[in-house]
């Protein structure tokens, strides 16, 4: 298995609060990714990173924010949490576009806004 | 631009049928596509790939799939369902640094 991580794996918390989620990898892989997967939507993308401070927005990136300081960790930031903000959130990694891509995915993280 | 259609949002077989998943593509470019499989609670795990190599690509578990451009298609198949291979499949299409997944099918193996 990659060695991906990510933290919490659960989280309950309240709107209006801020929210950050953690995926580490030990690979060195240099595209690091975030989705959320909804029941009837798949998987969707929220940001990338293609390195260190590189980042672009995904699909559905409206509220969310990303950094990227070190090769190995990729935060995902809520600013201000809302209920349509609950969902199960999936880190990925690959090591370039020149391999078409392959990724390899964390465990997950299941958030619920009340 | 890029779009991936999996065309049954439910599959339901018996064990030991065959097993076949649809999956249509649109791309302006020379696609890499690709079929990930997802079980309860788990994350995705990557079933196979093609990369503009063979067209009929095998993967793991016994899944292969074929990449038909003149179809759009790359539909995913297994002859003889077992029942470990209830789960969720997402086909996925990437392009540079784009990349769409499906909406997912689920397939349900009946006893």
């Known amino acids: 298995d990659a060695g991906i991580t990510q933290s919490p794996r659960h989280k309950v918390t309240e709107t209006g609060t801020p929210v950050t989620l953690r995926c580490h990898q030990t690979e060195n892989h240099r595209y690091m990714y975030w989705y959320r997967q909804d029941p009837g939507h798949g998987l969707r993308l929220i940001h990338y990173?293609?390195?260190?401070?590189?980042?672009d927005k995904g699909e559905v990136s409206d509220g969310y924010s990303v950094s990227r300081s070190k090769t190995e960790d990729f935060l995902l930031t809520l600013e201000s949490a809302t209920s349509s903000q609950t969902s199960v959130y999936f880190c990925a990694i690959s090591r370039s576009g020149s391999d078409g891509n392959e990724q390899f995915f964390g465990p997950g993280t299941r958030l619920t806004v009340l | 631009a890029q779009s991936v259609t999996q065309l049954d949002s439910h599959v339901s077989v018996s064990e030991g049928t065959p097993v076949l998943l649809r999956c249509n593509y649109s791309s302006s470019y020379s696609p890499s596509l690709f079929w990930y499989v997802q079980h309860p609670n788990k994350g995705l795990q990557l079933l196979l790939k093609?990369?503009?190599?063979?067209?009929l690509v095998k993967g793991i578990n016994g899944f292969e799939a074929e990449f038909k451009k003149s179809e759009t298609s790359f539909h995913l198949t297994k002859p003889s369902a077992h029942m470990s291979d209830a789960a969720e499949y997402f086909c996925v299409v990437s392009v540079g640094d784009k990349i769409i997944f499906g909406k997912g099918t689920r397939l349900h193996i009946l006893p």
């Open positions: 990173s293609y390195g260190v401070k590189d980042t």
């Open positions: 093609y990369t503009s190599a063979a067209t």
